[in-house]
């Protein structure tokens, strides 16, 4: 068991298409495992207490110089605070600037989705998954940020040119997240908005939930940079008076 | 995208619009489908912060996720088409002679301020407080705060590098360069001219920009 982690409470797989949203307490985990290698999770995180405090995909990059996700960051609101810190990572590169698959392309790549012919195994993109789990709370289009790509590595050459790297998540690929505030988490396992496979993806993801073990004073991801630091500080000024 | 420069035939004198926005205020106003708007980097090296939202409904607004995985880039420049939420075309990039610029850097905040420099430095002017205040004071484009999201940063340098990370560097920018776009649709549009004083993004000393509009 990771140091992270104090308890494993509940384990489940979200089969390809899949999507889910769920309120995490501040001291959980969330461990994502990729089970047949080149998956794709999109994630965005809200403030359950004000749902207009987000994810805010520019403020982590630039708060920790940095154009890849991997253990040892932070990853920020719009408000300076850390939703949630990447704890442990077999990956080393995740994406946070591509959005999200969308019908046209699904269709266009794959065949259109469709329940009636596919049941549960349907072509879902990933705009409309977050759409269907933002509506859950009141929220709409406007509310997408720009969301995470768990798994997916999109690398830039010199002139800017971006593009995803094939095979980038092997089998048994894993993150660790430890929620550092309470946070609505949604999430989808749909395809990468780059990906190009000839099939539509079918890899299930596996999603452990648990409690966290204390941050302690040397915590990689409160001290990977002083920025980190601060983000810290304002999270410990948002819990003030909390036990 | 080839960092061509492409410059703009279009004469000052013949502009509809000429306004002249200092570092620390706005701009918000209406752009109709045809119509070109150049932003002029009057002094160097200042970044404008820009949003745009479609006027018929603002919850499309630019979307700088759909923008550079359409073009394959992460830099913008000619030729760039600027996409909404909804992954359609606003409008385009039609001359530059600055050559590049961000949109993975986000705009600066008071509270992202207190995590980049320091907890006491919450209170220095920042570009969403700009935009909160022209939301506040233009209710009538039915912006709030939950459309003020992942911007553009004209005149600003942000590479990325190999290794994955993002560097805030020097801009590339100075006096009388510009930027202009076409709009694709009726779109509003959304500047911070930005106030930033602790990185290099405006040289450590925010000027004014001048906002241009042609028929087209």
Known sequence: ?????????????????????????????????????????????????????????????????????????????????????????????????????????????WGARDYQRDSNQWHQNGY???????????????????????????????????????????????LLLRFEMDTLVLLHNCPHPLNAAPEYPTGPVQVELGLAAPVAEDDHCMNSCEENRRGFHNNALYHLGQA | MTETLTTSSRAAEAATLRQVVPAGDYYIGLLKAEQVLRILDLEGNQAADTLFYSAE????????????REQGNVYLTTGSSLRSNENRVMLEIVADTCGRHDTLGGACANESNTVRYDLEKRCMHSCRDSWMLAVAEHPEY???????????????????????????????????????LQAAMDVIVLISNCPQLNNPCNGYNPTPVEVLVWDS
């Open chain 1, 1 to 109: 068991m990771s140091k992270y982690i104090q308890s494993i409470e509940y384990r489940t797989e979200i089969a390809a298409g899949g999507h889910w949203s769920l309120r995490l307490r501040r001291g959980t985990v969330m461990r994502l495992s990729d089970i047949g290698g080149g998956a794709n999770v999109g994630m965005l995180f809200y403030n359950p207490e004000n749902l207009l405090e987000r994810y805010n995909a520019p403020d982590t990059l630039k708060c920790q110089h940095t154009f890849r996700l991997t253990a040892g960051h932070c990853l920020y609101s719009d408000m300076g605070r850390v939703f949630a810190s990447v704890v442990a990572d077999s990956l080393g590169w995740h994406d946070t600037v591509c959005g999200n698959s969308n019908a046209e392309q699904v269709a266009e790549r």
């Open chain 1, 128 to 174: 409309d998954a977050f759409l269907v789990e933002l509506a859950k709370y009141g929220l709409g289009g406007a509310d997408m940020a720009a969301n995470i790509n768990w798994f997916s590595k999109v690398a830039v050459d010199a002139k800017g040119n971006m593009a995803l790297v094939p095979d980038h998540s092997a089998a048994g690929g894993q």
């Open chain 2, 57 to 68: 409904n603002s919850a499309e607004r630019y979307s700088a996720t759909d923008t550079i």
């Open chain 2, 142 to 180: 039915g912006i709030t705060k939950r459309d003020i999201i992942h911007n553009i940063n004209f005149f600003m340098n942000v590479p990325v590098t190999d290794s994955g990370g993002l560097t805030f560097e020097d801009g590339i920018s100075a006096p009388g360069k510009y930027v202009e």
